[in-house]
């Protein structure tokens, strides 16, 4: 079920982000430590959504744990603070953004010029770091489905990075939403042949206390794996084996909610498999909307479809 009653104190409870407001930056909210040796800059981003607090739990753990580069750079940036500021435990899920989703305003065009949303302010305040990255990892949660699950976008490097990572152990490849750009899709991350990789995760449900410990074993192994930060210095968070390359999913549709009546046929709880082609799974004002082959995956279904969003994704196992 899709969670709308107020946070329980068994749920993960929204930690205290104020004392990291003042960095080393020009940029509140972001710390950035440079080794002085040569090596990729590594951003470790959460708070995109300012509902979901697991990353940011993540990266105050890294911080409280005086995580540093020995070569390259690290940078760990809180984005959305002003609607992680809003959070209400009455209302855990009204804190998703203030003015607009911040996740939708990362292309080219949104970043230089448009409506200077609260969100744009802020990701113009951000992109100056964020442009500088070599290695992304964007930390989420979600709002109904518990299996953790890692966005590579469309682009080959993306998508060989977050096998080898093997956490979370199933990567999604996926072409973003019609509603605006995420920060992984941005043309830095995803054209070309080579060059800066973003990756965001999906930890868990937003206020399942493993989310935390997702987001934070995820963010150590993207570490890991960057070699900006020895494995020693990681070891509380990491797996004690090597993890097995993950699982790829391939999404071969995005579905767009095109009506206000738009329904599942049942309610999906993500990563659900509809084994036999044809099976209906939505309506969508008159349309019956069926799997257009066998074993398709329902990745990330929507609790609430809005004309214009993103109802689910539709794809199937690709290794
Ligand atoms: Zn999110």
């Keep these: 079920m899709a969670r709308i009653d107020p946070l329980s104190p068994d749920d993960l409870q929204p930690p205290d982000i104020i004392p990291w407001q003042v960095g080393n930056s020009d940029i509140p909210f972001a710390h950035h430590f440079d080794s002085g040796r040569p090596g990729p800059h590594v951003l470790i981003n959460a708070l995109m959504h300012g509902n979901e607090y697991s990353g940011a739990i993540a990266g105050i753990r890294l911080l409280e744990a005086g995580i540093r580069p020995t070569n390259g750079s690290l940078s760990i940036t809180f984005a959305n603070v002003e609607a992680f500021a809003q959070f209400d435990p009455q209302f855990p899920i009204m804190s998703r953004y203030v003015e607009e989703d911040m996740n939708r305003v990362w292309s080219p065009a949104s970043l230089a010029e448009g409506w200077p949303s609260l969100e744009r302010r802020r990701a113009r305040e951000l992109w ?94 993207f570490l890991q794996l960057s070699g900006i930060v020895p494995a020693s210095a990681l070891s509380p968070w990491l797996p004690s084996v090597e993890p097995a390359p993950a699982r790829l999913v391939e999404v071969t549709e995005t579905v767009t909610v095109g009506s206000d009546r738009f329904r599942f046929r049942k309610e999906y709880q993500g990563m659900d498999v509809i084994p036999a082609a044809g099976t209906p799974f939505a309506t969508d004002g008159e349309k019956v909307l069926l799997t257009p082959y066998d074993e398709c995956v329902m990745i990330m279904p929507s609790r609430h479809p809005e004309r214009g969003q993103t109802a689910v994704r539709l794809g199937r196992f690709a290794i």
Excluded at 207 to 215: C, E, G, K, M
């Design 128 to 221: 100056p770091l964020f442009a500088r990255a070599d290695l992304l990892l964007d930390l989420h949660s979600m709002q109904a489905d518990r299996i953790p699950l890692m966005l590579c976008g469309p682009s080959a490097r993306g998508r060989d990075l977050a096998r080898r990572l093997g956490m979370p152990g199933i990567v999604v490849a996926d072409r973003g939403h019609a509603g605006g750009s995420r920060l992984i899709d941005h043309p830095r991350f995803t054209q070309g042949d080579q060059g800066p990789i973003a990756l965001l995760a999906e930890c868990g449900q937003h206020w399942d206390p493993d989310s935390a410990v997702v987001a934070t074993q995820t963010a150590a192994r």
